[in-house]
């Protein structure tokens, strides 16, 4: 089993071809699978979404979008998430 399993998770859930995935539902639960797509900053928003689509998890649901909204909120109201420029 992987050291790290939900770094390997969101690994394979974002460059991993089929064979890979394959791999990945043989070894990990869809349980610990889907805790990954919720929770994972790192996936790509057409990763997540691809992934939340699949599992039947809802869109608002899914870590990308909570800091996206975060993002959006930041910027419509002028306010920065980031640090200033230099």
């Given at each position: 089993m992987a050291a790290y399993p939900?770094?390997?998770?969101?690994r394979v859930l974002e460059y991993?071809?089929?064979e890979d995935v394959a791999w990945l539902r043989t070894n990990f639960p869809a349980?610990?699978?889907?805790e990954v797509v919720r929770n994972e900053r790192r996936l790509s928003r057409r990763s997540a979404n691809f992934w939340a689509l699949l599992y039947g998890i809802p869109a608002d649901a899914i870590a990308l979008a909570l800091s996206?909204?975060?993002l959006d909120r930041a910027s419509a109201d002028?306010?920065?998430?980031?640090?200033p420029s230099f």
């Open positions: 939900a770094y390997t998770i969101g991993g071809d089929d349980v610990e699978i889907t996206r909204g975060a002028g306010s920065s998430l980031v640090g």
